[in-house]
Nanobody, 119 residues
Framework: QVQLVESGGGLVQAGGSLTLSCTAS????????MGWYRQVPGKQRELVAG???????NYADSVKGRFTISRDNARKTVSLQMNNLKPEDTAAYYC?????????????WGQGTQVTVSS
């Protein structure tokens, strides 16, 4: 069973930075595509960044140039470096394993980590 534990969220002023981490267990991490999602109450969860097992990355237009996703296969961890944060980045952030074909999330959701950006 896949288990995902996110951490690193917090309260930050606009223009600031945060780094989120997600540790995975129950999967062969090194061959898994991984992604970071975010969700605002009342809205659908959206994929903001993905990284393939080969290290190829992709980003939502809203975060391109500000967020960087990376992975450490030895530690089974995927990280999200978030720079130049904006109030509209405020959300609960989650990681998940991604389907290689559809990019749909495959695992159960963890507890997430809250990011709040003040203006």
């Amino acid at each position: 069973q896949v288990q995902l534990v996110e951490s690193g969220g917090g309260l930050v002023q606009a223009g600031g930075s945060l780094t989120l981490s997600c540790t995975a267990s129950g999967i062969i991490f090194s061959i898994s595509d991984m992604g970071w999602y975010r969700q605002v109450p009342g809205k659908q969860r959206e994929l903001v960044a993905g990284i393939s097992r080969a290290g190829n990355t992709n980003y939502a237009d809203s975060v391109k140039g500000r967020f960087t996703i990376s992975r450490d296969n030895a530690r089974k961890t995927v990280s999200l470096q978030m720079n130049n944060l904006k109030p509209e980045d405020t959300a609960a952030y989650y990681c998940n394993v991604l389907s290689r074909s559809s990019k749909a999330p495959l695992g159960s959701w963890g507890q997430g980590t809250q990011v709040t950006v003040s203006s």
